[in-house]
């Protein structure tokens, strides 16, 4: 069955420092992935995806994600957190055979000041 | 700007008492999705229709029903709300040619 994984349920960064958000995935096929972010009491945003092509996709906000087939793996990354990056954030592999997307259990970033 | 609204944002009803959270979009999408979220949880999918046709999932209780009158307009009514039914309720849409889904800013439902 499909699944996403997301092993960090917190991560803590400080403000202008690195990130990476970790998510695995389990898909037969090609995974069509998604990165969303959501702050709170807030709906979901569409940080980026990936269909296919370039492993490296760029997304909104200075966000980047990396696709690895060989790892199953699509981790999203910012060079500079800034302190509004405060938020969860969502990992998300969509079925090409019906119209859902399976969520992971979210990560939630906080930023040191 | 295109967008996905959802109404009200707020909602407070009673133990049992009908409620109707609405949503619309001007993405003019073809596919709409009902998620409830319960707090610090990934969004649950209750049901979602392509254009007119209506997909229910196996495990949403027979308490929530949708409508969708028209290609903008999706309803989530709630028969008969219990504690258990407080959540975030969001609503989605998507252009079938493509996969990604784009969210309303939810419905915060609370039951007393």
């Known amino acids: 069955a499909q699944s996403v994984t997301q092993p960090d349920i917190h991560i803590t960064v400080s403000e202008g420092a690195s990130l990476e958000l970790r998510c695995n995935y389990s898909?037969?096929?090609?995974?069509?992935l998604f990165w969303y972010v959501q702050s709170p009491g807030q709906g979901l945003q569409l940080l980026l995806k990936?269909?296919?092509?370039?492993?490296l996709v760029q997304g909104i906000k200075g966000f980047e994600a990396e696709f690895k087939r060989s790892q199953s793996s699509f981790n999203l990354r910012k060079p500079s957190v800034h302190w509004s990056d405060a938020a969860e954030y969502f990992c998300?592999?969509?079925?090409?055979?019906?119209?859902?997307?399976?969520f992971g259990k979210g990560t939630r970033l906080h930023i040191l000041p | 700007d295109a967008m996905v609204i959802q109404n009200p944002r707020y909602q407070v009803t009673q133990f049992g008492k009908p409620v109707t959270l609405s949503c619309s979009q001007t993405?003019?999408?073809?596919?709409m999705y009902w998620y409830q979220q319960k707090s610090s949880q990934a969004p649950k999918l209750l049901f979602h229709?392509?254009?007119?046709?209506?997909?229910n999932e196996a495990d949403t209780p027979d308490n929530f029903q949708s409508r969708r009158p028209n290609t903008s307009f999706c309803f989530l009514d709630i028969r008969s709300p219990g504690l258990g039914d407080a959540a975030m309720y969001l609503c989605?849409?998507?252009?079938?040619?493509?996969?990604?889904?784009?969210f309303g800013p939810g419905t915060r439902l609370t039951v007393t």
């Open positions: 989605a849409t998507r252009d079938s040619r493509f996969y990604e889904q784009y």
């Open positions: 898909y037969g096929a090609t995974p069509y």
């Open positions: 990936y269909f296919s092509g370039d492993t």
């Open positions: 998300a592999v969509g079925r090409n055979r019906d119209d859902k997307i399976i």
């Open positions: 993405l003019n999408h073809n596919v």
């Open positions: 229709y392509y254009d007119k046709d209506f997909n």
